[in-house]
């Protein structure tokens, strides 16, 4: 599945009627499937009664069923048992959220390179990234059921509830088209950046010819504290030093 179907679907799901429900990758709530689903597991049968009131176009999920579902077929067709879904086709297993991180692709805990149609992680929770700071997710929080959610680790989105999330991968069932692929620097890109600077600090005199670079080098975590204060830009470094400057400036390519 390509990741603008996938998002496409995730909005299908998000925008329509849905209700949180264990086990459901994506059934319609006709009678059939309240009644099934309502006596399915413990935890439904505790939310019997909400699941027998479900608007009868919703459909339901739960949070890594979501994903599945999205990627086993589910098309919004109320006609169908599953709305579309075929149980683990498409080479897409029955694993739970927990699983499904591990087989992800660049796993990673900083959110700053996140692409639309990533899988988001929280022990026992999942969900995927929509685009500008919103995910979507199946939770029985706040709509109780599929919804458009900001993710707090990038920014908070007016309008919408916000959850931290713990990892983000790619789906290896995905095929992540490249406008939604961050573009990555190449060695003649550096090069010619490096050249470019190295230009204009021979316009400078030479005690001001390093400010800009410490700025910048603060503003992305490569040094710390500020260009006119405690960085003691005279003083000489350590291959400790060299080495962790080095390191955090590779960090900011990720």
Known sequence: MKSSEFLARLKQAADGPSLYVKGAFGAPANAANKQRYAQSCQYNKNRAAMIMACDPGAFFFDCVNLLKGIMWGWTGDASKQYGGAIYASNGVPDIGEDEMIKRCVGVSTDFSNIVPGAMVWNTGHAGAYYGDG?????????????????????????????????????????????????????????????TEWLAAQKTKP???????????????GIIYGNASGNLMPQSLC?????IVFLKRFADTFK
Do not use: H
């Open 206 to 220: 030479a005690s001001k010819y390093a400010e800009d670079a410490l700025a910048w080098a603060v503003e992305n």
């Open 134 to 194: 919103l995910v979507v997710e199946c939770t029985p929080s706040w709509k109780n059921g599929v919804q458009f959610t900001a993710c707090s680790n990038i920014a908070m989105v007016s309008g919408y509830p916000a959850r931290k999330w713990t990892k983000w991968g790619l789906l290896p069932w995905i095929e992540y088209e490249p406008d939604v692929m961050p573009d990555p620097i190449t060695p003649a890109q550096f090069d010619a950046m490096m």
């Open 238 to 242: 350590t291959r400790q030093d060299v």
